[in-house]
């Protein structure tokens, strides 16, 4: 079984900085590429970023230049940097991962629970 495992969300004020972190753990032979995605309440679940087992990065144009996403392979970590953060950018923020199964050997998307981001004075 594999799973992802998000934290760093919180209550932050317009303009602030926070840092997600998430862990993917659990019967993995290799992992592709790691993003973060967000939903807000009314809205759909939206890409925020994306990074490759290389290291290429792809940003949704809303954050671009505010948010940074990272990954450690050694650690099956990925991250995201947010700074410079506005009101929009509330939303439950979901951790998702293209992982193969050392057990089944079989590739497929995975998402963590989501934690939450508030930004607002």
């Known amino acids: 079984q594999v799973q992802l495992v998000e934290s760093g969300g919180g209550l932050v004020q317009p303009g602030g900085s926070l840092r997600l972190s998430c862990t993917a753990s659990?019967?993995?032979?290799?992992?592709?590429?790691m993003g973060w995605y967000r939903q807000a309440p009314g809205n759909q679940r939206e890409l925020v970023a994306t990074?490759?087992?290389?290291?290429?990065?792809n940003y949704a144009e809303s954050v671009k230049g505010r948010f940074t996403i990272s990954r450690d392979n050694t650690r099956n970590m990925v991250y995201l940097q947010m700074n410079s953060l506005k009101p929009e950018d509330t939303a439950v923020y979901y951790c998702?991962?293209?992982?193969?199964?050392?057990?089944?050997?079989?590739?497929?998307?995975?998402w963590g629970q989501g934690t939450q981001v508030t930004v607002s004075s």
């Open positions: 998702n991962s293209n992982i193969r199964s050392s057990s089944t050997f079989r590739t497929r998307d995975y």
């Open positions: 659990g019967s993995i032979f290799s992992i592709n590429a």
């Open positions: 990074i490759t087992s290389g290291g290429s990065t």
